[in-house]
């Protein structure tokens, strides 16, 4: 992907992600881009409403300069959310950074019991 390809990064589903660990839950927010096949990742959360707080960094308009910051919890709404089991996690990890494919991306939701349409 070339840098003007990687501007009009535009995510068109946000999965947040929940993994129990020692004594506490850990929290990944991931955006995914169907039509650009781009992917992006925050993660390091110990608490929800540290995440909610995240201010995301989003462009306005496809191929524009200018870009501002929206909080996660307007994302959060309309984001899948997945718990996760450690092998999961890992599954989830993994799928995130191979070489992009729907097919495996289709595969690994409709496994976690979500049932949203891919396109």
């Not at 650009?36 to 300069?65: C, M, N, T, V, Y």
């Not at 996660?72 to 999961?88: C, D, V, W």
Request: no cysteine; hydrophobic share 35%; glycine share 6%.
């Amino acid at each position: 992907m070339n840098r003007r390809q990687r501007n009009k990064l535009i995510p068109s589903i946000w999965i947040i992600a929940t993994k129990p660990t020692e004594g506490h839950v850990y929290y990944a927010l991931y955006a995914i881009d169907w039509k650009r096949r781009g992917r992006l990742s925050w993660e390091g959360w110990d608490h929800f409403e540290d995440l909610l707080q995240f201010h995301i960094p989003i462009k306005r308009k496809a191929g524009g300069r200018k870009s501002s910051s929206t909080p996660a919890a307007k994302i959060a709404k309309r984001a899948l959310h997945l718990h996760l089991n450690e092998a999961q996690f890992e599954e989830l990890e993994q799928l995130f950074y191979q070489p992009f494919s729907k097919k495996r991306w289709r595969t690994f939701l409709q496994m976690q019991g979500n049932q949203q349409v891919i396109k």
